[in-house]
Nanobody, 128 residues
Framework: QVQLVESGGGSVQAGGSLRLSCAAAGGYTGLCMGWFRQAPGKEREGVAS????????NYADSVKGRFTISRDNSKNTVYLQMNSLIPGDTAMYYCVAPRDFVDYIQCGHFGILKSGYWGQGTQVTVSS
């Protein structure tokens, strides 16, 4: 059974930075992983995804230029470096990995990732 375990959330002031980590256990070997978030009263939204086979990344418009997704294949861990945080980034952040093979094009579609494995989430709170 694949398990995704997130860490690194916390509370920061606007303009600050956080780095989230997600370790994949249970034999996950897929090349695609991503991050979603959900703010109170809002739907879950895709934040970023990475397909390490071709080094392709994808970001939501709201985080482009501020967030960076990366992956350490040797540790089977994906990271989300979040800089210049704003109160609008406050949300529960979830790591996601597809259940089946997806190519690098499919990996860029958050709608496809949504049906994959999910972690338990890590809370990020940004105060003004």
């Amino acid at each position: 059974q694949v398990q995704l375990v997130e860490s690194g959330g916390g509370s920061v002031q606007a303009g600050g930075s956080l780095r989230l980590s997600c370790a994949a256990a249970g034999g996950y070997t897929g090349l695609c992983m991503g991050w979603f978030r959900q703010a109170p009263g809002k739907e879950r939204e895709g934040v970023a995804s990475i397909s390490t086979g071709v080094g392709r990344t994808n970001y939501a418009d709201s985080v482009k230029g501020r967030f960076t997704i990366s992956r350490d294949n040797s540790k089977n861990t994906v990271y989300l470096q979040m800089n210049s945080l704003i109160p609008g980034d406050t949300a529960m952040y979830y790591c996601v990995a597809p259940r089946d093979f997806v190519d690098y094009i499919q990996c860029g579609h958050f709608g496809i990732l949504k049906s994959g494995y999910w972690g338990q989430g890590t809370q990020v709170t940004v105060s003004s």
